[in-house]
């Protein structure tokens, strides 16, 4: 297996790497560094580097000021400071005047671990893809993480880009890998039934499918790093060919990829849909994938689940 | 300042605040009292102090302003016109559906270099002007506008942190000190207590003057420009409502909208004043 890579990790090598290229690139930080993985770019690149302490509101509006000058102003902090405390000024300062700052969320989820439920942002989705003129994304890889940030640095106006602590197996190192903004993938084909995930759950889906081919059932699956702009096309094409849609996310059921993906089918192509996620309840302290699977966060349950939902298909 | 220039300027104030209640009144909503304490000082900045292009307004080397209590647009709106950013016919659109003057301080507006509205962000927004001047080595001055009310907001404090650290002395936020807000006397709702002591402790240049003298507004803002290392933040000694006789100093002005006999007797106040200085 390839060693294991945070989405983080590779954030920062691919902040650091962009930076050479991109002069107006200024990073925002407020004490995390070293966990946000932007000390990289720190030790490079001193005077194109904030740390504005324990203030992530500032940090936000910091960045909105600096966007009005040219800059690409990019602001980090875990998922749940920079996307979670500083939502307004986000939407106020950020969003609303349309200002070119990407906003960094790491450490989101359930996979923080045992910091436990106060670090573990599972609302972060939900918040930022209501907000207007904001792009939402949420890599599953350390390739896609490079490409994403990167799409995201091109892409002129708000980004939050949502990443993760615990480092993941790399599952889009392939030859014709390609991040395209608002682009889902099709990362496996399928007729029997479709399993649409974002972040840290596609390696989960990718190998729930092995164990459903065993019993017969393929699963095809619709991989979405961007839930804003949602590629609405994937979805309904795999509702349309399959008949039967499972979402997979670290993120509440509430509001994140499960809900867009809800909206879409109840509008354009109504089908059976289920959910997985957190069901609505805080996160706990504990090892990563104890909490994965205590939560229903991983492969068996989405064995567990696809094949439920399949049979009342079949009946 | 020349006797030319303190007639000019005093008469544009009063225009200001006529062109402001005139705004209000035509919209039936809209912020008069802490316009009105403002309007000296947008005065000043705009047509003394500042280094700003109307026909240019994102002219990359300007002074910028952030207006951070973002609900006085109308004096905002009036002191842009007046400088020529946009046609003055365009202010009577003020808070309508159709109009790009919205209710509060928007960046689709020409000379409006931050959306605001948000009570307590603008100080960071400037920060980050102030810090990308540096950056740049440029050479132009950023300006933010506070509300003493404001000033309860958390997040000011955290960016006067951050004008203090990176020896910001490209930055002057001057605090419209009217002492009133929305419920009531701020030291009543939430005392500020000492603001130059707070900014003096938080590392700043600390000037106090009166808000409505013009010449002490403009010495002011020259001695800000002369300090360095530290950002200045000059504490503006103002008055609610200032030049209507009975919205001076009166809450009830922070945001309501004048009867039709109010609007006709505060025009006349400041019509009459108008004519004083024109002699």
Same mark, same amino acid.
């Given at each position: 297996?390839?060693? $294991?890579?945070?989405?983080?990790?590779?954030?920062?090598?691919?902040?650091?790497?962009?930076?050479?290229?991109?002069?107006?690139?200024?990073?925002?930080?407020?004490?995390?560094?070293?966990? +946000?993985?932007?000390?990289?770019?720190?030790?490079?690149?001193?005077?194109?580097?904030?740390?504005?302490?324990?203030?992530?509101?500032?940090?936000?509006?910091?960045?909105?000021?600096?966007?009005?000058?040219?800059?690409?102003?990019?602001?980090?902090?875990?998922?749940?400071?920079?996307?979670?405390?500083?939502?307004?000024?986000?939407?106020?300062?950020?969003?609303?005047?349309?200002?070119?700052?990407?906003?960094?969320?790491?450490?989101?989820?359930?996979?923080?671990?045992?910091?436990?439920?106060?670090?573990?942002?599972?609302?972060?989705?939900?918040?930022?893809?209501?907000?207007?003129?904001?792009?939402?994304?949420?890599?599953?890889?350390?390739?896609?993480?490079?490409?994403?940030?990167?799409?995201?640095?091109?892409?002129?106006?708000?980004?939050?880009?949502?990443?993760?602590?615990?480092?993941?197996?790399?599952?889009?190192?392939?030859?014709?890998?390609?991040?395209?903004?608002?682009?889902?993938?099709?990362? $496996?084909?399928?007729?029997?039934?479709?399993?649409?995930?974002?972040?840290?759950?596609?390696?989960?889906?990718?190998?729930?499918?092995?164990?459903?081919?065993?019993?017969?059932?393929?699963?095809?699956?619709?991989?979405?790093?961007?839930?804003?702009?949602?590629?609405?096309?994937?979805?309904?094409?795999?509702?349309?060919?399959?008949?039967?849609?499972?979402?997979?996310?670290?993120?509440?059921?509430?509001?994140?990829?499960?809900?867009?993906?809800?909206?879409?089918?109840?509008?354009?192509?109504?089908?059976?849909?289920?959910?997985?996620?957190?069901?609505?309840?805080?996160?706990?302290?504990?090892?990563?994938?104890?909490?994965?699977?205590?939560?229903?966060?991983?492969?068996?349950?989405?064995?567990?689940?696809?094949?439920?939902?399949?049979?009342?298909?079949?009946? | 300042?020349?006797?030319? +220039?303190?007639?000019?300027?005093?008469?544009?104030?009063?225009?200001?605040?006529?062109?402001?209640?005139?705004?209000?009144?035509?919209?039936?909503?809209?912020?008069?009292?802490?316009?009105?304490?403002?309007?000296?000082?947008?005065?000043?900045?705009?047509?003394?102090?500042?280094?700003?292009?109307?026909?240019?307004?994102?002219?990359?080397?300007?002074?910028?302003?952030?207006?951070?209590?973002?609900?006085?647009?109308?004096?905002?709106?009036?002191?842009?016109?007046?400088?020529?950013?946009?046609?003055?016919?365009?202010?009577?659109?003020?808070?309508?559906?159709?109009?790009?003057?919205?209710?509060?301080?928007?960046?689709?507006?020409?000379?409006?270099?931050?959306?605001?509205?948000?009570?307590?962000?603008?100080?960071?927004?400037?920060?980050?002007?102030?810090?990308?001047? $540096?950056?740049?080595?440029?050479?132009?001055?950023?300006?933010?506008?506070?509300?003493?009310?404001?000033?309860?907001?958390?997040?000011?404090?955290?960016?006067?942190?951050?004008?203090?650290?990176?020896?910001?002395?490209?930055?002057?936020?001057?605090?419209?000190?009217?002492?009133?807000?929305?419920?009531?006397?701020?030291?009543?709702?939430?005392?500020?207590?000492?603001?130059?002591?707070?900014?003096?402790?938080?590392?700043?240049?600390?000037?106090?003057?009166?808000?409505?003298?013009?010449?002490?507004?403009?010495?002011?803002?020259?001695?800000?420009?002369?300090?360095?290392?530290?950002?200045?933040?000059?504490?503006?000694?103002?008055?609610?409502? $200032?030049?209507?006789?009975?919205?001076?100093?009166?809450?009830?002005?922070?945001?309501?909208?004048?009867?039709?006999?109010?609007?006709?007797?505060?025009?006349?106040?400041?019509?009459?004043?108008?004519?004083?200085?024109?002699?």
């Amino acid at each position: 297996m390839a060693e $294991k890579i945070a989405t983080r990790a590779a954030y920062g090598k691919a902040l650091l790497e962009l930076a050479k290229e991109n002069d107006n690139i200024v990073v925002i930080d407020a004490d995390l560094c070293a966990c +946000t993985k932007t000390d990289l770019f720190a030790a490079e690149f001193p005077e194109r580097y904030l740390n504005l302490g324990i203030a992530e509101s500032n940090m936000v509006g910091v960045a909105a000021g600096l966007a009005t000058c040219g800059k690409v102003a990019v602001a980090n902090s875990f998922a749940m400071f920079s996307a979670g405390r500083a939502f307004e000024q986000i939407r106020n300062s950020v969003a609303y005047p349309n200002l070119n700052v990407k906003i960094i969320g790491t450490h989101a989820g359930l996979s923080v671990g045992k910091d436990g439920a106060t670090h573990q942002c599972l609302e972060d989705i939900g918040l930022l893809r209501t907000v207007p003129n904001m792009t939402v994304i949420c890599p599953a890889d350390a390739v896609e993480t490079y490409q994403a940030f990167r799409a995201a640095v091109e892409h002129e106006g708000p980004v939050y880009l949502r990443l993760g602590r615990l480092a993941v197996e790399t599952v889009n190192d392939t030859e014709d890998y390609r991040f395209e903004l608002g682009k889902g993938i099709l990362k $496996k084909p399928g007729s029997d039934v479709t399993i649409v995930t974002t972040g840290l759950m596609l390696q989960e889906a990718l190998a729930a499918r092995e164990e459903l081919l065993a019993d017969g059932i393929e699963a095809r699956i619709v991989h979405i790093p961007t839930i804003k702009p949602l590629d609405e096309e994937i979805i309904v094409q795999a509702a349309k060919e399959t008949g039967l849609i499972i979402t997979a996310e670290e993120h509440n059921i509430l509001g994140g990829l499960g809900s867009a993906v809800a909206e879409v089918l109840a509008e354009k192509c109504p089908v059976p849909m289920r959910r997985i996620g957190t069901n609505d309840v805080f996160g706990k302290s504990g090892e990563p994938h104890e909490l994965m699977a205590e939560y229903g966060l991983n492969k068996d349950n989405i064995v567990k689940v696809v094949r439920e939902e399949y049979a009342k298909k079949t009946a | 300042m020349d006797n030319t +220039t303190r007639t000019e300027l005093r008469k544009k104030a009063i225009n200001t605040r006529i062109t402001a209640l005139n705004m209000v009144n035509r919209a039936q909503s809209g912020h008069i009292g802490g316009s009105f304490s403002v309007a000296d000082i947008l005065t000043v900045l705009y047509h003394k102090v500042m280094n700003v292009d109307p026909q240019n307004p994102r002219w990359v080397g300007r002074d910028r302003l952030v207006m951070s209590k973002g609900h006085c647009t109308p004096a905002l709106y009036a002191v842009l016109a007046q400088r020529g950013f946009f046609p003055e016919a365009e202010l009577a659109t003020f808070r309508e559906t159709t109009s790009r003057l919205s209710g509060h301080a928007e960046m689709n507006v020409p000379g409006v270099d931050m959306s605001t509205g948000s009570l307590g962000q603008g100080l960071s927004a400037a920060c980050g002007m102030a810090l990308a001047g $540096k950056l740049d080595n440029a050479d132009y001055y950023v300006y933010s506008i506070h509300g003493d009310g404001e000033l309860q907001e958390g997040m000011i404090w955290e960016a006067a942190m951050t004008a203090a650290k990176y020896q910001l002395d490209n930055l002057v936020a001057i605090i419209d000190d009217n002492k009133l807000q929305l419920d009531g006397p701020t030291a009543e709702v939430m005392p500020l207590y000492s603001l130059e002591d707070k900014f003096t402790a938080f590392g700043w240049h600390v000037i106090t003057c009166d808000g409505h003298d013009l010449e002490a507004l403009d010495a002011a803002l020259m001695e800000a420009k002369g300090v360095k290392g530290k950002p200045v933040a000059i504490i503006a000694e103002t008055v609610k409502g $200032k030049g209507v006789s009975f919205m001076e100093n009166n809450v009830h002005w922070h945001g309501n909208v004048p009867s039709a006999e109010e609007y006709e007797k505060a025009l006349l106040e400041l019509q009459a004043q108008l004519q004083e200085v024109e002699g």
